[in-house]
Protein backbone atom coordinates (compact mmCIF):
# COMPACT_ATOMS: atom_id res chain seq x y z
CA UNK A 1 0.00 0.00 0.00
CA UNK A 2 1.25 3.44 -0.61
CA UNK A 3 -0.60 6.77 0.28
CA UNK A 4 1.24 10.04 -1.54
CA UNK A 5 0.78 13.24 0.18
CA UNK A 6 0.08 16.44 -1.69
CA UNK A 7 2.25 19.05 -1.96
CA UNK A 8 0.49 21.71 0.39
CA UNK A 9 2.14 25.76 0.75
CA UNK A 10 1.05 26.68 4.39
CA UNK A 11 1.64 30.36 3.10
CA UNK A 12 -1.30 30.27 0.48
CA UNK A 13 -3.94 28.49 3.36
CA UNK A 14 -5.71 31.25 4.66
CA UNK A 15 -7.81 28.73 7.28
CA UNK A 16 -6.99 25.36 8.55
CA UNK A 17 -7.78 23.18 5.19
CA UNK A 18 -8.32 19.17 5.14
CA UNK A 19 -7.54 16.81 2.16
CA UNK A 20 -9.50 13.10 2.53
CA UNK A 21 -6.71 10.42 2.39
CA UNK A 22 -7.95 7.19 0.22
CA UNK A 23 -5.24 4.00 -0.72
CA UNK A 24 -5.03 2.86 -4.40
CA UNK A 25 -8.55 1.43 -4.04
CA UNK A 26 -10.20 4.32 -3.56
CA UNK A 27 -10.62 3.60 0.11
CA UNK A 28 -10.65 6.35 3.07
CA UNK A 29 -8.06 5.88 5.41
CA UNK A 30 -7.38 9.30 6.87
CA UNK A 31 -7.31 12.93 6.69
CA UNK A 32 -4.75 15.40 6.17
CA UNK A 33 -5.09 18.96 8.16
CA UNK A 34 -2.93 22.13 7.28
CA UNK A 35 -2.89 25.75 7.99
CA UNK A 36 -0.75 28.51 8.32
CA UNK A 37 0.04 28.68 11.91
CA UNK A 38 -1.29 25.40 12.67
CA UNK A 39 0.78 23.28 10.85
CA UNK A 40 0.78 19.98 9.98
CA UNK A 41 -1.17 16.88 11.14
CA UNK A 42 -1.64 13.59 9.84
CA UNK A 43 -4.65 10.93 11.25
CA UNK A 44 -4.55 7.35 9.56
CA UNK A 45 -6.47 4.15 10.13
CA UNK A 46 -8.62 6.30 12.98
CA UNK A 47 -5.85 5.26 15.41
CA UNK A 48 -2.34 7.32 14.24
CA UNK A 49 -1.62 10.60 15.05
CA UNK A 50 1.25 12.49 13.84
CA UNK A 51 1.75 16.96 13.59
CA UNK A 52 4.88 17.84 11.74
CA UNK A 53 6.44 21.09 10.05
CA UNK A 54 7.47 19.64 6.77
CA UNK A 55 5.91 17.70 4.02
CA UNK A 56 8.97 15.59 4.46
CA UNK A 57 8.12 14.81 7.96
CA UNK A 58 4.62 14.36 6.96
CA UNK A 59 5.34 11.94 4.15
CA UNK A 60 8.00 9.87 6.39
CA UNK A 61 5.30 9.38 8.94
CA UNK A 62 2.46 7.73 6.99
CA UNK A 63 5.55 5.42 5.14
CA UNK A 64 6.42 4.72 8.61
CA UNK A 65 3.07 3.43 9.79
CA UNK A 66 2.05 2.00 6.46
CA UNK A 67 5.56 -0.12 7.08
CA UNK A 68 4.56 -1.21 9.82
CA UNK A 69 1.22 -2.52 9.17
CA UNK A 70 1.53 -3.83 5.97
CA UNK A 71 5.33 -5.34 5.24
Known sequence: MQIKLPETDLKSARNLMSIELKDQGGQHVGQYFFGKGHGRTVFLFGKYKGT???HAECQAFVDG????LFP
Open 65 to 68: VLAV
Open 52 to 54: FKT
